[in-house]
């Protein structure tokens, strides 16, 4: 996370500030839609459904597996890609938490 001072936050806000600063990226919210709907493993189908040059795929893949979001299989000479489950049911509860714990009528 840079240079900031990471140890003075909780596991938690840290693991969610890296999940989410990977999925601040239009390429990488693109290829998780992806996946979702293909409801499986992508091993090679990125680059025809969204048109970009594979090594900016495969750069976005990297960060999207780097905060845990996704895992690689290997099938081949071919990595295939779908969501990591139990990172992605975490990442929705903080969310939800986090989204849960704002009451308007408390504010200025």
Same mark, same amino acid.
């Given at each position: #996370?840079?240079?900031?001072k990471?140890?003075?936050? /909780? ?5 969610l500030?890296?999940?989410? +600063?990977?999925?601040?990226?239009? *390429? ?9 709907? *293909? ?7 990125? $680059?025809?459904? &969204? ?9 976005? &893949?990297?960060?999207? +597996? ?10 081949? $000479? /071919? $990595?295939? @890609?779908?969501?990591?489950?139990? *990172?992605?049911?975490? #990442?929705?509860?903080?969310?939800? *938490?986090?989204?849960?714990? @704002?009451?308007?009528? /408390?504010?200025?």
């Open positions: #996370m840079g240079l900031t990471t140890e003075i936050f /909780t596991e938690e806000q840290n693991r500030a890296t999940m989410l +600063k990977a999925l601040a990226h239009p *390429a990488r919210i693109a290829i998780l839609q992806q996946i979702i709907k *293909a409801n499986a493993c992508i091993c090679g189908q990125l $680059v025809d459904e &969204l048109g970009l040059a594979q090594a900016t795929i495969s750069q976005h &893949l990297k960060e999207l +597996k780097n905060a845990g979001i996704i895992q690689g299989t290997i099938e081949g $000479v /071919t $990595v295939c @890609y779908c969501i990591e489950p139990t *990172a992605w049911k975490i #990442m929705k509860n903080n969310m939800a *938490a986090f989204f849960a714990s @704002y009451n308007p009528t /408390t504010c200025c």
